[in-house]
């Protein structure tokens, strides 16, 4: 079965500073993998996603993906963080069976928190 | 408006009780899945559903049961409401045309007193 392991449950970064969110993934074949954005109280944002190709992709709100195969990551980072940056941010692996997906599986989460 | 809704938002009930979560969505996306969150275990899945009328269960189905007579829709209902499913759910859809990618809905919170 396929997980994915967010390593840090809490990071701190100053206002304009860069950021990278840690996240590694467990799963036999090329994943599909995916990182959403959650405000209080609010839904979940698709950021970005990985299919294939190139490894490097681009999201919404600046945010950009690496995936590495040979360190089954996939971080997630941004040059200059805003205010407004500040949420909880799930990675997340699409799981299947019998030919069909089978829902997300989400890593439990970081909470990221932005210095004035 | 497109897009995908969930009602009610809020919810308090007692154990025991039935109570059923309504979702809906506009895309017509083949895939529906229920959702639930809670503190220190992130998003788990409950039930999913390929297409109207299939079903199947997610990590955590025990006490939930769901339908999907609609394409549009696909309610989850806790038969008998147990104070270890206060949490929140969300419902999301997708399909397999855009890699399985998932659109949530803003929630429901339910409390089970």
């Known amino acids: 079965a396929q997980s994915v392991t967010q390593p840090d449950i809490h990071i701190t970064v100053s206002e304009g500073a860069s950021l990278e969110l840690r996240c590694n993934y467990s799963?036999?074949?090329?994943?599909?993998l995916f990182w959403y954005v959650q405000s209080p109280g609010q839904g979940l944002q698709l950021l970005l996603k990985?299919?294939?190709?190139?490894?490097l992709v681009q999201g919404i709100k600046g945010f950009e993906a690496e995936f590495k195969r040979s360190q089954s990551s996939f971080n997630l980072r941004k040059p200059s963080v805003h205010w407004s940056d500040a949420a909880e941010y799930f990675c997340?692996?699409?799981?299947?069976?019998?030919?069909?997906?089978?829902?997300?599986?989400f890593g439990k989460g970081t909470h990221l928190i932005i210095q004035p | 408006d497109a897009g995908i809704t969930q009602s009610p938002r809020y919810k308090i009930t007692e154990t025991g009780r039935q109570v059923t979560l309504m979702c809906h969505q506009t895309?017509?996306?083949?895939?529906m899945f229920w959702y639930r969150q809670d503190l220190g275990h992130g998003l788990r899945l409950i039930y999913y559903?390929?297409?109207?009328?299939?079903?199947d269960k997610g990590e955590v189905p025990d006490g939930y049961v769901v339908s999907r007579s609609k394409t549009e829709n696909f309610p989850l209902t806790l038969e008998s409401a147990t104070r270890s499913q206060t949490s929140v759910y969300f419902c999301?859809?997708?399909?397999?045309?855009?890699?399985?990618?998932?659109?949530f809905g803003p929630g429901t919170r339910l409390t089970v007193t």
């Open positions: 559903s390929a297409a109207a009328d299939i079903t």
């Open positions: 990985y299919f294939s190709g190139d490894t």
């Open positions: 799963y036999g074949a090329t994943p599909y």
């Open positions: 895309w017509s996306h083949s895939y």
């Open positions: 999301a859809s997708g399909s397999r045309t855009r890699g399985y990618e998932q659109y």
């Open positions: 997340a692996v699409v799981g299947y069976s019998g030919g069909g997906a089978d829902g997300l599986t």
